[in-house]
C-alpha cells in the first residue's frame, strides 16, 4: 500500500477490506479464550465490560466464572442481596461498579423484562455504563457498528495511524474513533472490536511489539515511520500523591468493632477498621484519637501497632498502620459510617471489606 504524505490528511486514509479482512482471518485462528466468549450473550457481554473496567483480564476471569455461577441471568443478579454482591466483587475493587451492576440488572428487569437493549443511547443511561462501555456492548454483544476504544484498541488503532497526536486527548480518540469507525467491515463488528483487542494483548504489546506476527505488517505506517515506540503518544502523567492512615482495631468480649462505609464514598458499602488521615503535622495516633472521636463519638487509648498494610488505587497510593485499641469514654455510635457491627475475628469473612481492610481482618485471624 503506498504511504499517505505526511500532515492531518493522512489520518483519513481508510484501512483496506483486504486489511479488515486480514485481522478478521488472523482472530478466527488465534483468538484468546475467554469464558464471556465460551456461551457469548448480551448479560456475559455486560458482566464482563463491568469487571474489565480498569482491570487486567485474567484478574478479572475467576470473578467472571465465580459471578455466572452464582448469578447466571439477570433475574438472578436483580433478586440478590446487596451484601452478597459485594462479597462475590470483594478484590475486584472500584467497588462502585459492583453498586452499578447490581442497580443496572434491576432496571433491566424492571424496565426492560430482562433483555438488555443493545442500543448505545439506552445502555449509556444505566449506571456505571460510560461511553466507552456502551460501544463494547452495542459492538460486541449485539454486533452494532461501534468502535470501543480500550486501551488495545488505542495502542494498535495509533500505531497503524502513526497519530502524532496524544491519544487519550480529545483530537486524538476523535481521529481513532473516526479511523475505526471508516473501517468496520459491515456486520462484523462484534469480531473487528475484538479481534482489535486480541491483537493488541497478543501482538502488538505496548513496550516489545511482535511484528513479525503481526497481519497488519505491510499496512501500519509507525512500522513503515519507525516511530512504533512513540506510539501512541501519551499524555502527561501527574504523578500520584502517596498518603498515610491509622485504623484502630477495638476487642470486647471475643469481638472486633467494624463499620461500614457510606454508600456514595470510596469504598462504599464495605466494611472497614475504623480510622482516617492525619492532618498536617499530627502523628499517628492522635489521628486515630480524634477520628474515633468524630466518626464513633468514643474516647479511645492507641495501643500496639497491629501491622503496616499498602495498596495503590488509580489516584493514590496509600499505608494504613493498624493499632489495637480501646475503649475509655463513651459507647461507638455510627456517626459517620451507615452501620456498625460487632464481628468475631472467625465472622469478619462474612463481611465485605477492601483490600487493606481485609489484610488487617486476616492479620487478626492468624493471631
Ligand atoms: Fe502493531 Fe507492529 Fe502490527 Fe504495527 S506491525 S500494528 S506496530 S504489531
Redesign the pocket.
Known sequence: MPLPPGGAGRYNVPMTTSLAQKLLDWYEKHQRALPWRERPSPYATLISEYMLQQTRVETVIPYFERWMVRFPAFAALAAAEREEVLRLWEGLGYYRRAHNLHQAAQIVVEAYGGELPGDIQTLQGLPGIGRYTAAAIAAIGFNQPAVALDGNLRR?LA??MDLELPARSVEGERALLAFGQRNLPEGSSSSFNQSLMD?GSL??IAKV???E??P??SE?L??AHGT?IE?PVKMPRKPIPRVEAAAGVLKENGRVLIGRRPEGKLLGGLWEFPGGKPEPGEGLPAALRREWMEELGVAAEVGAKIGTYQHAYTHFHVTVYAFACELVSGEPAPLEHSELAWASVEELGNYPMGKVDRAISNTLQQK
Request: aromatic share 0%; glycine share 0%.
Open positions: 494498535v500505531r497503524l491483537l501482538v502488538c511489539p511482535v511484528c506476527n503481526c497488519l505488517q501500519c509507525a512500522r512504533i506510539r
